[in-house]
């Protein structure tokens, strides 16, 4: 028996040597591994097929009974998993909103890790419990919401959102029913209740609304106009049309930072139609929250504080690893409507004592201490620093936009923050699905090469190709070379495709 406990404790953090030992082996390899492939890698992606990816994972995720060897699972981690990942700190990989981590979040994983706090209970959390509330308020302060405002860490976007909707659907049920959803359900005439947002919003809004039991069609998209802003005029009409039918719009949902434009929605408008409606106001600005510390584009976010909720992601376009977001409400008492009190966790003595738990807040229970990489960078880069991350990305953005409209691509959008949505229009092709095709094989092709990562995307029924530019190391030099072998591929593709055409014509 006393051999086995010895067994045991060297993997557990323990005050002895074998457990230390252990510790340094397995962090001195990790280092190594990710610092020796960071020096090495050249492109985003090796490009490697699916199959031969699904293969080789395949190889290296068999289960033995007895434990391996550390090199030997170090090995099969860099062959089989880490080379063929993308390596998403490379700058020429900008497809979607899916950034490259700062270094001090990447420490901050590993204390995280090692202490293992879980934010439900202060019982579980006693320090963090505190970080994340002292950022949260750090957080609203910027926003300019007052004094009463509250907010909790979330797994992202998606969440935030959720909890956005399932707030004021709550709070439009006890306003127009008299019914305390979070006690007694859906009452039936939950069925008349609508949201609106526009046609850009990102799709969490109607996938909550279906799970919060609306429905997907409780969901009304507003136009959007020609800067891809939610249309005021557009938004009037819907709500007046609504009333009309006998229905009940409570919610209005704006964007900051729309996911494919980057466009900004105007809040200060969007508030003022909110007040005359008696709309809860959510923005979403999972992207766009990044600007409170622009020191060239804050004003774009001067009114958040109106909203009634707001999400923000730091996984985004703050640099942070997955997962790490915030949802915020302008006034603490929100949260009550979803406050359950468990005896074993967070029983109502605490709350009468003044005793934090978070869980009260949220809709997840055990959940991570991703405050303490927020905290860690900032600390460490400072807030001026950051804001001029942001502020270079978007210049880069906007000169990018010019260079490919030089170029001659179709560009959709004046990027507001770092988004570029474009297209290649051959100059002897009209067919709209060729066109989409040539479009299509130019993402394939180059995701395939490694060498530049964009996404791919639909707008008025066309294929369009995105550059989501959030990487502070990318340069115009190296978006000129891009946009210059992408030109090169796109006729050649063309030319091929024209072959095709003229083939198949001649064949029938
Ligand atoms: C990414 C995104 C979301 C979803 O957030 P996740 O963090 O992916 O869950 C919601 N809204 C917008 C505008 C986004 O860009």
């Known amino acids: 028996m006393i051999g086995l406990i010895t067994n045991f404790e060297q993997w557990f953090l323990h005050p002895n040597e074998q457990s230390k030992k252990t510790f340094s082996e397995l962090m001195d390899n990790t280092f190594k591994l990710i610092v020796d492939e960071s020096m090495k890698v050249n492109k985003p992606f090796a ?22 060897n550390l090199k030997d699972v170090m090995m099969d981690i860099h062959e089989g998993i880490v080379k063929q990942s993308l390596w998403i700190s490379h700058p020429s990989a900008m497809a979607h909103l899916h950034c490259p981590p700062l270094l001090p979040s990447i420490a901050a994983e590993m204390i995280i890790g090692a202490l293992n706090q879980s934010m439900d209970s202060w019982d579980q959390s006693p320090a963090a419990t505190y970080v994340e509330e002292e950022l949260l308020q750090f957080f609203i302060n910027q926003i300019g919401y007052p004094a009463n405002a509250d907010g909790v860490f979330t797994s992202g976007g998606t969440q935030s959102n959720y909890m956005g909707l399932l707030l004021a659907r709550n709070q439009a049920c006890e306003t127009y029913f008299s019914v305390n959803v979070h006690e007694d359900g859906l009452p039936v005439e939950a ?9 850009h919003a990102h799709f969490t809004v109607q996938k909550s609304a279906a799970q919060l039991g609306l429905g997907i069609h409780s969901v009304v998209k507003v136009k959007t106009n020609n800067k891809q802003q939610l249309c005021l005029d557009d ?8 009333h009309q039918q006998g229905l009940i719009p409570f919610m209005i949902v704006a964007t900051a930072g729309t996911t494919d434009f980057g466009s900004i929605d105007n809040v200060k408008e969007i508030a003022d139609l909110a007040n005359t409606y ?13 600007l409170l510390f622009s020191h060239q584009y804050r004003q774009l976010l001067d009114h958040l504080w109106e909203a009634d909720s707001i999400t923000i992601d730091f996984h985004k376009l703050y640099y942070q690893s997955i997962s790490c977001g915030a949802f915020f409400v302008k006034e603490k008492k929100s ?46 880069l400072g807030t001026d620093m950051f804001g001029e991350m942001i502020d270079y990305t978007i210049h880069l953005a906007k000169k990018t936009a010019q260079l490919l409209r030089e170029h001659e691509f179709d560009v959709v959008n004046d990027p507001v923050m770092n988004a570029v949505l474009f297209r ?17 094989e130019l993402q ?18 066309k294929i369009y190709l995105k550059f989501t530019m959030l990487h502070p190391l990318n340069t115009i030099e190296r978006m000129k070379e891009h946009i210059e072998k992408l030109k090169q591929v796109a006729k050649k ?10 083939e198949y014509s001649v064949r029938r």
């Open 47 to 68: 490009g490697a097929s699916r199959q031969d990816i699904e293969s080789m994972v395949k190889k290296v995720t068999r289960i033995p009974e007895c434990g391996q």
């Open 191 to 199: 069925s008349k209740l609508r949201i609106l947002c526009s046609e």
């Open 235 to 242: 938004a009037k009409e819907k709500l007046d049309l609504l």
């Open 278 to 290: 008696r709309l809860w106001l959510h923005v979403d600005a999972a992207y766009g929250g990044a």
């Open 335 to 380: 949260f009550q409507q979803i406050m359950y009190h468990a005896d074993y966790l967070n029983p109502e003595e605490d709350y009468e004592e003044g005793i934090i738990n978070l869980v009260e807040k949220n809709i997840q229970t055990t959940r991570r201490f991703d405050a303490l990489k927020i905290l860690m960078t900032f600390k460490l």
């Open 424 to 440: 290649f229009v051959p100059d002897h092709v009209d067919a709209p699905h060729v066109i989409d095709e040539i479009n299509l």
């Open 444 to 461: 394939r092709y180059f995701y395939q090469s490694g060498e530049l990562i964009m996404a791919k995307t639909k707008h008025n029924g």
């Open 493 to 502: 593709i063309e030319s091929e495709k024209g072959e095709d055409i003229y």
